[in-house]
């Protein structure tokens, strides 16, 4: 069946260094790929996306690129905030239009 | 923000009593999905729907059942609450515009069985 693992939290990072979270996932077909964020008492909001191998999604300073031969969609920033404080979930879309998330991986960035 | 609301946001219920939450909508999207969420679980899927009247089982949909009479509105019921079931829920809306398309979700409903 299809699953996501990603990286067990939490992730103490300092303001201005280099984030990577690691999703990897299992699937048949060609799932669509999200990263989605959390910030304490809220929903989840989406953060990117890629739909086909080899591209990137991109947002707010974040990168993730579908990697096929890996099965692989890592979450990185060249330089966290403390805003970025959150927990990130890694998520796939399958054929059958389910949605599947990870566990979670909660990120606190200290000043 | 999505046009998508959860109710109750909170309830506090005794075992054994059925519970319903219920999921409302206003973007007239085709999917609707409920997770609850646990520590070190993250998200698990319990039901989905893919149409009015049309519904599939996720990951953890044993105590669940599920009703979709209109697009607008997805129920989750809890035939028979059990402590196991305490957690927060969460309800997401997508429309049916490809792969890629994102899912929306609502606040949350934080559930205590005691």
């Known amino acids: 069946g299809n699953s996501v693992t990603q990286m067990e939290g939490p992730v103490t990072l300092s303001e201005e260094a280099f984030l990577t979270i690691n999703c990897t996932y299992t699937?048949?077909?060609?799932?669509?790929l999200f990263w989605y964020v959390q910030y304490p008492g809220e929903g989840l909001q989406l953060l990117l996306k890629?739909?086909?191998?080899?591209d990137k999604g991109s947002n707010k300073g974040f990168e993730a690129t579908y990697r096929k031969e890996t099965t692989s969609f890592h979450l990185e920033k060249g330089s966290v905030q403390v805003s970025d404080s959150a927990v990130y979930f890694c998520a796939l879309k399958s054929s059958a239009s389910k949605i599947i998330f990870g566990s979670g991986t909660r990120l606190s960035i200290r000043p | 923000d999505a046009g998508i609301t959860q109710s109750p946001r909170h309830k506090v219920t005794e075992t054994g009593t059925p519970v319903t939450l219920r999921c409302h909508q206003t973007e007239n999207h085709r999917y609707m999905y409920w997770y609850r969420q646990d520590p070190g679980h993250g998200l698990r899927l319990i039901h989905y729907s893919y149409g009015v009247k049309d519904t599939d089982k996720g990951e953890v949909s044993d105590g669940y059942s599920v009703s979709r009479s209109k697009t607008e509105d997805f129920l989750l019921t809890l035939e028979s609450a059990t402590s196991s079931q305490t957690s927060v829920y969460f309800c997401a809306i997508r429309g049916d515009y490809g792969g890629g398309t994102e899912a929306f979700f609502g606040q949350g409903t934080r559930l205590t069985v005691v």
């Open positions: 890629a739909t086909k191998a080899d």
């Open positions: 699937a048949t077909g060609y799932p669509s």
